[in-house]
């Protein structure tokens, strides 16, 4: 397949767009003109069409096929969300006109916030935050605020177990604040002993995800909550595992005082290829007045922007990413109380199913149910790497489990397979991955090389970051 | 049982069966049963596709689209139709972080492409893709800053746009950097206070290109007087760079700012795209996603994520920056975009900006009823003082079904044009503001 | 099986120590640059730095991990291996043979706090 660049398909000439007429421009001032060339493509219309068209066909979306990467949650994006959000009377509308002329924008952002609020179980909810990450460092800042402001200067430490995902020490370093790694139990699940050994009135809170990473409910997390309380420390949900619990429990029951949440997983907003995603932080009252403007409210009858100056700040240039808020408004508004409430069920259906028909083939790194999530730690047999187990579904039109992670399990191979997916589809995933385990023992030098059918094989990292290569200029260059 | 949930009652029973476990919700035993919601959600009821549309069309009607003068930080852009058909084919919406390079060369192949348009733009080196928006890549590129010179002030023009102060006074608050403000003395920066407040321990030097107000700023100026050190970070409008001196051209050593202008629909407020792009030197410190140019084992040419040892889920505490998830299918949006105009295009779109709003400005000017505030130059953007009441006309603008430029204090307007308007809709808001409509 | 070279000093953060009078050559051991895979960044400070023993005087990245370094010993940074800087493999290709930096020790003493061969081996175990 062609792996030309846009621009190497370039030919003096050509474009691909129209204006109308104008006869004639200003001319920039010599003191502010560009004198350096400009080397941008210069296609057809057919050259562009054709170029993305193909370079479309060089990936793998949820619309093709089973999807089971862990922690992501590839659920089906419903196609209506994607037509309401290309609704003009949406897509041209100017964050900065008046509140009376976007009434039905701002009623979308409002009511999500209020859905969002009952489903997580929270008081308040903003929608600014543009993905996981960026809602964590959001929730972290309104954890660092509500102490200072209490006089609690010494609260700076936040407790992770060490199966958290990356982006939660990451985001308590951008607050500002410090990591306290807890090791965990080899489920996953916070040591209560450890914890209360790390546990002092410096914390300011403790970070869990829920259900952890290795698929497994906190079973003492009310005993979690109050030692938290005991110690005057808030607790943050990572709402990245939200997805298991949909209709069974909240984390605002649980006892958690701020949660994040990715519209892109649990609430059906595609991924677009590492974004655009969305972050909303969901609070208890009493953190509440920290929640970043612009705010949306409710008053005197009408929708309102709002800057109160209680706020952590500002942290997002308007209201977040707007369209993918108005897509999970959709979702929400389909599938309705009456369907919300099985999405956690079949979602930990479908990962327990996996889990018993490929126990025998690859080693679970739990024993006993699991939620959302499998997590295994290898094949039985050892013969070859989850690396290669992973490569070869690639040849068999799979995407593969997200391997690797959590970091503390061994050979890590985490399965997620969501609640859209049917019994088929899963035991054709099922006796896939058991094929594989059979070539790992009879052939293994066939997944050590595989991919054999896609269209790059395994590619050559280490030189790739040795010797960057980060723009066709360098390759003209060299 | 629902159209998104293919499970029959057939299923369920087999799947339970397989299990070892009765019922759906044995699956949840483990769960204290105090914390157990044993409700619905007090959300609506399921709408069938039918009522969504009435429903959607119900809030439709209560947004207003109008003939728009404002920009202020996001542009009413010629959205070229082909844009939204090629970002929506579902291999593009639909897929994961490309962590599987080779059923991700799609992904990979376009982030690489809008890395080297985004040099070409600026004029330097090395871009990422992508950040959130303009705002917080402009935060993010003072950590940048922060880190490389091991300093831990920050220098801020007043004259950027006020949500980028915002955005990076939140940041830098939370992560203990010390932010200072540049006056600024008639609509640009005010040279002789940045002199006075450079020391030894600024980091970085923060200045808006075209700045708020539409005018271009001389930034040579600056860039001279930064001789211990600190960076000159550029938070820059990329589209006018097809036309106006680089970032590259001035010296900069990080160039920031938001794609919107690159195509993107208004959308109230977002999805839109960040980017940061900077000179080689500062490449291990440049936050999220890089793509690399290799070969695969058949010497095939190939690409993949690289540098991730500077990204979060590698170094954890210690990184630099927590993006993961990003804005990557309108990072594709602007590619696709640039690719559609080329350098043709871009310069024409961004010529026939600059020409409408010297046009209305200067028609503006005519009716006596505005004054200047400046004499610098500017770009599609500009602040005019209005002689009456500005929130008055604005509304009455509102009522002709045009939203007219933002109101600052003192009633002056900042006004703004892109290539969308024509000279009718420009000859009719200065009609209405004389009051011959 | 990790190789471990006799005449050599060791830290327990896996740095190996070469003594050539006052001056230290430091590198990292083969358990390390096998733990972190095909190196592809080695970040060594500046020449004229001054670190403190155990000090971080810079980092070492993989295509899959990244990992800080520690100083064994206080003094200066005398030099730095460019050739290690071009061409990091080389690290992985005899991470014994290229040192990283060149330390002028200010205090010899604390060379005494280090693992010979056979304890790093241990400790290794």
Redesign the interface.
């Known amino acids: 397949m062609d792996?030309r660049?846009?621009?190497e398909k370039?030919h003096k000439g050509?474009?691909?767009?129209s204006?109308?007429k104008?006869d004639?421009?200003?001319e920039?001032?010599t003191?502010?003109?560009?004198?350096?060339s400009?080397?941008?493509?210069?296609?057809s219309?057919l050259d562009?069409?054709r170029?993305?068209?193909n370079?479309?066909?060089?990936?793998?979306?949820?619309?093709?096929g089973f999807?089971p990467?862990g922690s992501?949650t590839?659920k089906?994006?419903?196609k209506?969300n994607?037509f309401?959000a290309?609704?003009?009377?949406?897509?041209?509308?100017?964050?900065?006109?008046?509140a009376e002329?976007?009434?039905?924008?701002l009623?979308?952002y409002y009511k999500t916030a209020k859905?969002l609020a009952?489903?997580t179980g929270m008081d308040e909810v903003t929608l600014n935050p543009?993905?996981?990450?960026?809602g964590?460092?959001v929730g972290?800042?309104i954890m660092?605020e509500y102490h200072y402001r209490r006089g609690d200067y010494k609260r700076t430490k936040v407790i992770i177990p060490d199966s958290a995902?990356?982006?939660n020490?990451?985001?308590?370093?951008?607050?500002?604040m410090e990591?306290l790694e807890v090791a965990s139990n080899p489920d996953g699940t916070v040591n209560i002993e450890d914890l209360k050994a790390v546990l002092s009135d410096e914390v300011a809170g403790i970070m869990l995800t829920n259900p952890n990473t290795l698929g497994i409910?906190e079973?003492d997390?009310?005993a979690i909550k109050e030692l938290a309380r005991q110690y005057g420390a808030l607790l943050y949900y990572d709402g990245a595992n939200l997805n298991a619990l949909l209709?069974?429990?909240?984390p605002g029951?649980?006892g958690f005082d701020i949660v994040h949440l990715?519209l892109?997983k649990t609430f059906s907003t595609?991924?677009?290829?590492?974004?655009?995603?969305s972050?909303p932080v969901g609070v208890k009252k009493e953190l509440a007045e920290l929640l970043?403007?612009p705010r949306v409210v409710y008053e005197d009858g009408k929708y309102q922007i709002k800057y109160l100056p209680t706020a952590?700040?500002?942290?997002?240039?308007?209201?977040?990413?707007?369209?993918?808020v108005l897509r999970a408004y959709?979702y929400?508004?389909?599938?309705?109380?009456?369907?919300?409430?099985?999405v956690?069920?079949?979602a930990?259906?479908?990962a327990?199913?996996i889990?018993?028909?490929l126990k025998d083939y690859y080693q679970v790194a739990v024993p006993g149910?699991c939620k959302h999530e499998v997590v295994f730690s290898g094949l039985k047999s050892k013969a070859v790497s989850t690396l290669d187990v992973?490569?070869r579904l690639?040849d068999y039109g799979y995407?593969?489990p997200t391997i690797?992670?959590p970091l503390i399990v061994h050979e890590a191979l985490m399965v997620e397979p969501p609640?859209?997916?049917?019994?088929e589809?899963l035991d054709g995933f099922i006796e896939t991955m058991k094929t594989i385990a059979k070539e790992a023992i009879e052939n293994p030098e066939l997944l050590k090389?595989a991919?054999h059918n896609?269209?790059?094989?395994?590619?050559?990292?280490?030189?790739?970051?040795?010797k960057?290569?980060?723009?066709?200029?360098?390759?003209i260059n060299n | 049982m629902f159209k998104y949930f293919p499970h029959t009652n057939e299923d369920i029973h087999q799947m339970l069966e397989k299990i070892g476990v009765k019922s759906l919700d044995e699956l949840f035993s483990e769960i204290p049963s105090e914390i157990l919601l044993n409700r619905d959600y007090n959300v609506p009821s399921s709408h069938s596709e039918l009522e969504i549309y009435s429903h959607i069309n119900s809030l439709t009607a209560k947004n207003t689209q109008y003939t728009i003068f404002r920009g202020a930080g996001a542009y009413d852009v010629y959205v070229p139709s082909i844009i939204s058909y090629l970002t929506s084919r579902q291999e593009f919406l639909t897929s994961y972080t490309p962590y599987q390079p080779e059923i991700s060369q799609g992904t990979l192949q376009y982030i690489f492409e809008f890395q080297s348009m985004i040099c070409e733009l600026t004029g330097l080196d090395v871009a990422n893709a992508s950040m959130y928006d303009g705002p917080t890549a402009t935060a993010e590129s003072i950590f940048m800053a922060t880190s490389v010179t091991r300093r831990n002030k920050v220098l801020l023009s007043s004259t950027l746009n006020p949500r980028v102060i915002e955005v990076v006074k939140t940041y830098a608050k939370y992560k203990g950097i010390n932010i200072e403000m540049i006056n600024e003395k008639n609509k640009v920066l005010d040279f002789e206070d940045l002199q006075s407040k450079l020391d030894n321990d600024v980091a970085a030097v923060v200045v808006g290109y075209p700045n708020f107000y539409g005018i271009l700023e001389d930034h040579d100026k600056v860039r001279n007087i930064l001789t211990n050190k600190e960076l000159l970070i550029m938070n820059v409008e990329p589209r006018a760079m097809s036309v106006l001196k680089t970032p590259g051209e001035f010296g900069a050593d990080i160039a920031c700012g938001d794609g919107q202008m690159l195509g993107i629909p208004l959308s109230c407020g977002g999805p839109y795209v960040g980017f940061i792009a900077a000179k080689d030197s500062l490449l291990r410190k440049m936050p999220g996603r890089i793509c690399g140019m290799t070969t695969d084992v058949d010497g095939k040419r190939g690409f993949v994520l690289t540098l991730q040892a500077r990204e979060q889920h590698i170094r954890r505490e210690k990184a630099n920056s927590n993006i993961c998830s990003n804005q990557s299918l309108m990072a594709l949006h602007t590619v696709i975009y640039m690719s559609l105009m080329g350098k043709k295009g871009l310069q024409e779109v961004s010529l026939k900006s600059y020409s409408n709003a010297h046009y209305l400005h200067d028609e503006l000017l005519k009716t006596n009823l505005f004054s200047k505030i400046t004499d610098e130059e500017f770009f599609c953007e500009f602040v005019l003082r209005y002689h009456g009441d500005a929130k008055e006309l604005e509304q009455k603008l509102l009522e002709h079904n045009i939203l007219g430029g933002l109101v600052l204090d003192n009633n002056d307007i900042l006004f703004c044009v892109t290539e969308k308007r024509t000279k009718e809709e420009m000859d009719y808001l200065v009609d209405i503001i004389r009051g011959d409509q | 099986m990790s190789k471990v070279m006799e005449g050599l000093k060791y830290t327990h953060s896996h740095e190996w120590v070469k003594v050539e009078n006052d001056i230290a050559l430091i590198g990292i051991t083969d358990y390390a640059q096998d733990s972190l895979g095909d190196v592809v960044y080695v970040d060594a400070g500046e020449v004229g730095m001054i670190v403190e023993k155990d000090e971080m005087f810079g980092s070492i990245e993989s295509v899959k991990a990244a990992s800080d370094l520690f100083s064994p010993v206080s003094g200066e940074i005398i030099e730095i291996n460019q050739e290690v800087i071009d061409n990091p493999e080389l690290i992985n290709e005899d991470c014994y043979a290229n040192w990283i930096i060149k330390v002028r020790m200010s205090n010899q003493e604390e060379l005494n706090e280090l693992m010979d061969a056979s304890e790093y081996q241990e400790h290794l175990e």
Not at chain 1, 38 to 43: D, G, Q, R
Not at chain 1, 332 to 342: A, D, V
């Open positions: 792996s660049l846009i621009f370039s050509r474009f691909a767009y204006l109308p104008q004639n421009y200003l920039i001032p003191k502010f003109k560009r004198t350096s400009l080397n941008m493509p210069e296609v219309e562009v069409v170029h993305y068209t370079l479309s066909r060089k990936n793998y979306g949820v619309d093709q999807y990467l992501c590839m089906y994006n419903p209506i994607d309401v290309s609704n003009p009377s949406f897509t041209n509308l100017h964050p900065l006109q008046p002329s976007m009434q039905g924008a009623e979308v859905y009952e489903i543009y993905a996981g990450a960026h964590e460092l972290l800042m660092k995902h990356g982006t020490p990451a985001s308590v370093n951008v607050a500002g990591v409910f079973k997390i009310l209709g069974i429990t909240r029951d649980m990715n892109h595609p991924h677009g290829g590492g974004g655009p995603g972050g970043p403007n952590i700040g500002q942290i997002s240039n308007f209201f977040g990413n707007f369209l993918v959709t929400i508004l389909t599938l309705g109380k009456e369907n919300l409430k099985y956690g069920k079949l930990v259906l479908n327990n199913y889990k018993e028909s149910l992973a490569k690639l995407h593969p690797y992670f609640e859209t997916e049917s019994k589809i090389t991919p896609t269209v790059v094989r395994r590619l050559d990292e280490a030189t790739a970051a040795r960057p290569i980060l723009k066709y200029q360098d390759i």
